[in-house]
């Protein structure tokens, strides 16, 4: 069955440290995948997407992931976490629909 | 540009009561989802519908309909609120699911129902 999995419910670092959020997809072929955010109380908003290409996509906030197809992930980066990272992040696919993982999330220790 | 508006934000029901939740897009999209989102499961989708006139159902369609009369409006009723259907929706579009792909969310609508 298609799926995306964040093995990660919850993920606690300082800021200023680096950040690497874990996602593994499911799919017979290679999907479209994206990486979203949710701050508190707002709706999902989308940090970058990788359809095809270049392997390594940047996005909005310093984020980048890698989409690597031999371990099916696209983890998403960052160096250096802000205080304003803190939130819950979501990993998505496209098969004939979106698919959203469960989530993981963010908090930032001063 | 207004992009995705749900109303209302905040809503409390009674078992049985029946409401409706509204959604507008001002992107002309053709592709709109109802989600609902509840702690640790992530995101499920309850109906989409891929233009006007056409609906379809997603993982958890149970409890709910939809309809789809023009591009801009997709409203999700709730027809006898159950307190399983505590939860927060959030409504979505896109121009479509292999174009750009990228989904555009309203602010969300949490519901409680007692």
């Known amino acids: 069955a298609q799926s995306v999995t964040q093995p990660d419910i919850h993920i606690t670092v300082s800021e200023g440290a680096s950040l690497e959020l874990r996602c593994n997809y499911s799919?017979?072929?290679?999907?479209?995948l994206f990486w979203y955010v949710q701050s508190p109380g707002q709706g999902l908003q989308l940090l970058l997407k990788y359809f095809s290409g270049d392997t390594l996509v940047q996005g909005i906030k310093g984020f980048e992931a890698e989409f690597k197809r031999s371990q099916s992930s696209f983890n998403l980066r960052k160096p250096s976490v802000h205080w304003s990272d803190a939130a819950e992040y979501f990993c998505?696919?496209?098969?004939?629909?979106?698919?959203f993982g469960t989530g993981t999330s963010l908090t930032v220790i001063p | 540009n207004a992009g995705v508006t749900q109303t209302p934000k905040f809503r409390i029901l009674k078992i049985g009561q029946s409401m409706t939740l509204q959604c507008a897009q001002d992107?002309?999209?053709?592709?709109m989802y109802w989600y609902r989102q509840d702690p640790g499961m992530g995101l499920k989708l309850i109906y989409y519908?891929?233009?006007?006139?056409?609906?379809d159902k997603g993982e958890v369609p149970n409890g709910y309909n939809v309809s789809r009369s023009t591009t801009e409006d997709f409203p999700l009723r709730l027809e006898l609120a159950a307190p399983s259907q505590t939860s927060v929706y959030f409504c979505a579009s896109s121009y479509s699911v292999s174009n750009t792909g990228e989904l555009f969310f309203g602010e969300g609508s949490r519901l409680t129902v007692l």
């Open positions: 998505a696919y496209t098969g004939n629909q979106f698919y």
């Open positions: 519908s891929v233009g006007a006139g056409i609906t």
């Open positions: 992107m002309n999209h053709n592709y």
């Open positions: 799919y017979g072929a290679t999907p479209y």
